[in-house]
């Protein structure tokens, strides 16, 4: 790192019909450095990225850039594509990455720069330039591969180099852990230091406090639009940052009671589940859940934990096992059944199975009890019942919307998923099951909805929480299983869990060797 | 090391996927291969009139499945290639009538096919109409502007005729089928190496492939959307308009209501059949295009006496065994008719 500026803007205002997305915002970029911003969903992150990476232009305010490398002269330029961003040395790694599933790697990485022969695409030459360059940075990648056939973590690697092989000065990471298990964001790390190593410099765009900490040199705040404070991981910590994003103060790790765990509420027994490519994903799993606790379980995405919360939620059939709800062994696949017997759920995805978009909110509070009484009578609908209802929700589960009668989609996330919130905890239950219950939140809404399941867990419900965030995990639960492979690995008490020991188990390896050499061994195929 | 195996891996599965691509391809050649030579052996010239028959045939097909694949690898689905060939072949056709020069006729069609292109690309890119209802305006315009203006008793000023190209037409069947033909046919055999070059080995088909797929991804790397989709649509259009001008200009002379009766849907199915590539298409329009031509050769040679409506389905048959049997998974452009919206 120097002193020297790499990248400065001055004064950016962006205005979108009734948004003032980035207000005077003032943000400069150390040549070699990481630099975090921090904010919010909606304070203007990623409106500021997309003005110097092109895709917006400002209303107001502008750009300079050190355009020559020897001395520390600021250029005022105008970037109005991304083609003229490329120009100037700046790369984007976007948050969904824009890569061409169906393209090599070579193919990707030269499209919108191509290197011909005569009138051909020259791959050849590609290739050779790429595997130069992913010598150079460390970044292992094969330039034959398809896109679509590699893991997260490589794609993101190939964005990288995408950007690299565009001769990138400055890079911006758009939420680049979002996606990524703890190892691979660890790689990451070492990536983006590595590259920091070579005069690049880094804007890091994320919302998670301890990543923050962890690898940035500078920080920036926003929030609303604007620049709220410049900080450095060493002035600072969690609380400190939390506070400057939202506002005020925020309770990170929830203070609550000790459990006081009475009958058993779930059991399951010797669970098998499949997948839609009909592989075995969970596999002869068998746990309990008490009234009045909260069971976490921990583990990477996609070890099985969506089948698994499919089949408890009626959703997928089961290949064998039973399971139990207080003692009554649940009907097969039957959502609606469950919803009778108590059992509230907090789906993965809240666009695909949480909400009916389009369908206002008032609509979405009642999409499980529509059919009963009071909102229905007899075929018709009782549209004030609903209407009183769904007022007395957004009241109780602070919505903040101006009208019930809006269609969903107008909320941002935090809202839709408190009306999903509203619509499951507001009734009768005696069984929550919350998967990923604060996915791509903003801080104050998951507090909220933290404190709204432990509110329920001491009223005496049982809580099934499924999280691949190891925070929400450790602050909600009472005891912690670990996922992996579609079995459950590990299940501690979470006084005795340790972060490091939860992520080791979460990586597939265990303390017994014997048992975990022939797990290594074992890949997650079909058996039947 | 372990670069090095990955790599011989990826190498080695990339030759198994082509290969088990082309087997389809591999097994009907050969099938073909055999029923051609033995064809040949029992009748020398029925066997060339048929091939030779099946060759012009696919010819319209090829060009309107070629109309089709480039707008769909560039993300706009056009339905519409049925009325583009018949706009064109009429417009050909009254351009023949008035100047008596081909040539004209012919560049008439063409420009007609891509000014139709163009109005589906502003429907579809600039008003983001949806693309099936684009593709039908323009059908159903071509078809009541032809039947409106159509005027009965009209007479062309002569068709575009066979050119033997000297030594290689005298070579036994393969002379009369391939090197015997009239202009439009020769251009659409090239046209189709043509494209499959441009598509899969230039930059231009590079970025027409990545708009098709992920356009914000091409947009990103400077790649622009709306340019890459209009040209492609246009130049599609062209290829439609070649089609008709074919139909009136060198295969029958004169101009009917709606005479493409269908064609242009067929390409669609060819190009489907063809997983959206030049070359499939070509063959599977040789197909079709051999099943026609068997099927007129069996009505009208006499020689079976089966009623002609069950040997008129014989095409349709084909069809309906080829894409359910051989057709294998087909994997149309991800953004395939899907408007593209900046932010």
């Given at each position: 790192m120097s002193d020297q500026i790499a990248l400065q803007v001055h004064n950016i205002t962006k205005r979108f019909p009734g948004v003032l997305a980035n207000d005077s915002v003032d943000f400069t970029l150390k040549k070699g450095e990481i630099h975090a911003l921090l904010g919010e969903n909606g304070a203007g992150k990623s409106t500021l990225m997309n003005v110097i990476y092109g895709l917006y232009t400002p209303d107001e305010g502008e750009i300079l850039l050190n355009t020559n490398h020897g001395t520390n002269g600021l250029q005022r330029v105008n970037i109005e594509t991304p083609h003229d961003a490329i120009r100037y040395g700046i790369g984007m790694v976007h948050q969904h990455f824009m890569l061409v599933p169906v393209f090599t790697v070579a193919e990707n990485m030269i499209l919108g720069d191509e290197v011909t022969r005569g009138p051909s695409l020259d791959l050849r030459t590609a290739r050779r330039q790429i595997r130069q360059l992913s010598e150079d940075y460390g970044l292992e990648v094969d330039p034959n591969a398809v896109v679509e056939d590699l893991s997260v973590g490589v794609q993101q690697r190939v964005e990288i180099l995408k950007a690299l092989y565009r001769e990138a000065r400055i890079l911006v990471l758009d939420e680049p852990t979002a996606v990524l298990t703890p190892q691979e964001v660890e790689d990451l790390f070492k990536v983006m230091h590595q590259l920091t190593d070579r005069g690049v410099s880094i804007i890091f765009i994320t919302h998670k406090l301890k990543e923050v900490l962890a690898i940035a040199d500078e920080i920036t705040v926003m929030r609303r639009g604007k620049v709220v404070g410049n900080t450095t991981p060493s002035d600072t910590d969690e609380h400190g940052l939390a506070a400057m994003m939202v506002g005020r103060d925020v309770i990170l790790w929830i203070d609550k009671e000790p459990a006081h765990p009475a009958d058993v509420v779930l059991s399951v027994k010797n669970l098998n589940v499949k997948d839609d490519r009909d592989v075995l994903t969970v596999r002869d799993l068998s746990f309990e859940v008490k009234a009045g606790e909260i069971l976490g379980i921990a583990g990477v995405q996609g070890n099985g934990q969506t089948e698994l919360v499919e089949a408890l939620t009626g959703l997928r059939e089961i290949e064998g096992g039973s399971i139990y709800l207080n003692d009554q062994e649940l009907p097969a696949v039957n959502p609606r059944a469950l919803v009778e017997m108590g059992v509230a759920h907090i789906p993965e995805d809240r666009?695909?199975?949480?909400?009916?978009?389009?369908?206002?909110?008032?609509?979405?509070?009642?999409?499980?009890?529509?059919?009963?009484?009071?909102?229905?009578?007899?075929?018709?609908?009782?549209?004030?019942?609903?209407?009183?209802?769904?007022?007395?929700?957004?009241?109780?589960?602070?919505?903040?919307?101006?009208?019930?009668?809006?269609?969903?989609?107008?909320?941002?996330g935090g809202n839709q998923q408190k009306v999903i919130v509203a619509r499951e905890l507001g009734r009768p239950i005696s069984l929550l099951i919350a998967n990923q219950p604060t996915r791509g939140l903003d801080?104050?809404?998951?507090?909220y909805i933290h404190s709204q399941i432990v509110h329920r867990r001491d009223k005496g419900i049982a809580v099934l929480l499924v999280s691949a965030e190891l925070d929400e995990i450790?602050?909600?639960?009472?005891?912690?299983?670990?996922?992996?492979h579609g079995e459950m690995v590990a299940t501690v008490d979470a006084e005795d869990a340790s972060r490091e020991e939860l992520g080791l188990w979460m990586a597939g390896s265990h303390e017994d060797e014997d048992h975990d050499a022939e797990k290594e061994n074992q890949i997650p195929v079909e058996q039947s | 090391m372990t670069t090095m195996a990955t790599a011989h891996d990826s190498l080695t599965g990339e030759i198994l996927r082509k290969?088990?691509?082309?087997?389809?391809?591999?097994?009907f050649g050969l099938a073909a291969l055999i029923a051609v030579i033995v064809g040949y052996i029992i009748d020398p010239r029925v066997t060339?009139?048929?091939?030779?028959?099946?060759?012009?045939?696919?010819?319209?097909?090829?060009?309107?499945?070629?109309?089709?694949?480039?707008?769909?690898?560039?993300?706009?689905?056009?339905?519409?290639?049925?009325?583009?060939?018949?706009?064109?072949?009429?417009?050909?056709f009254l351009v023949n009538v008035w100047t008596g020069n081909?040539?004209?006729?012919?560049?008439?069609?063409?420009?007609?096919?891509?000014?139709?292109?163009?109005?589906?690309?502003?429907?579809?890119?600039?008003?983001?109409?949806?693309?099936?209802?684009?593709?039908?305006?323009?059908?159903?315009?071509?078809?009541?502007?032809?039947?409106?203006?159509?005027?009965?008793?009209?007479?062309?000023?002569?068709?575009?005729?066979?050119?033997?190209?000297?030594?290689?037409?005298?070579?036994?069947?393969?002379?009369?089928?391939?090197?015997?033909?009239?202009?439009?046919?020769?251009?659409?055999?090239?046209?189709?190496f043509v494209v499959h070059y441009v598509l899969f080995h230039t930059k231009w088909g590079l970025r027409t492939r990545a708009v098709g797929e992920h356009p914000r991804a091409a947009d990103t790397v400077g790649v622009n959307v709306y340019f890459m989709r209009y040209v492609n649509v246009i130049i599609g259009g062209g290829f439609a308009g070649l089609a008709g001008a074919f139909l009136t200009l060198e295969a029958v002379g004169s101009f009917e209501r709606a005479m493409t009766n269908g064609r242009g849907f067929v390409a669609l199915a060819v190009m489907i059949f063809g997983k959206w590539t030049p070359l499939g298409s070509w063959g599977a329009a040789l197909l079709f295009g051999l099943a026609s031509a068997v099927q007129t050769q069996l009505q009208f040679g006499g020689k079976v006496d089966i009623p002609h409506q069950f040997i008129g389905i014989l095409p349709y048959l084909l069809t309906i065994v080829v894409l359910a049997g051989f057709g294998g998974r087909a994997r149309p452009p991800a953004a395939d008719g899907v408007p593209y919206k900046k932010e």
């Open positions: 666009h695909k199975h949480g909400l009916v978009l389009p369908y206002t909110i008032s609509d979405n509070t009642v999409l499980n009890t529509y059919y009963q009484p009071p909102f229905a009578k007899g075929l018709q609908r009782d549209q004030k019942a609903v209407l009183e209802n769904s007022e007395k929700l957004i009241q109780q589960f602070d919505v903040r919307t101006p009208s019930a009668l809006l269609p969903t989609s107008n909320l941002s801080v104050g809404s998951i507090e450790l602050s909600l639960s009472d005891r912690i299983s670990v996922m992996y | 290969f088990s691509r082309w087997m389809v391809w591999i097994v060339a009139a048929v091939l030779a028959s099946a060759v012009r045939q696919s010819t319209p097909l090829v060009l309107g499945a070629m109309c089709g694949l480039i707008g769909e690898r560039s993300g706009v689905i056009n339905i519409g290639i049925e009325g583009q060939m018949l706009l064109a072949a009429f417009i050909g081909l040539l004209f006729a012919v560049s008439a069609g063409v420009l007609t096919g891509a000014l139709l292109g163009a109005l589906l690309a502003f429907m579809s890119v600039t008003l983001m109409i949806d693309q099936i209802i684009g593709g039908s305006v323009i059908n159903i315009l071509a078809l009541g502007l032809t039947g409106y203006f159509y005027t009965a008793g009209l007479t062309t000023k002569g068709k575009l005729a066979p050119i033997a190209l000297g030594p290689l037409a005298k070579i036994p069947l393969v002379g009369p089928v391939l090197f015997d033909n009239p202009p439009i046919t020769y251009a659409t055999i090239i046209l189709v």
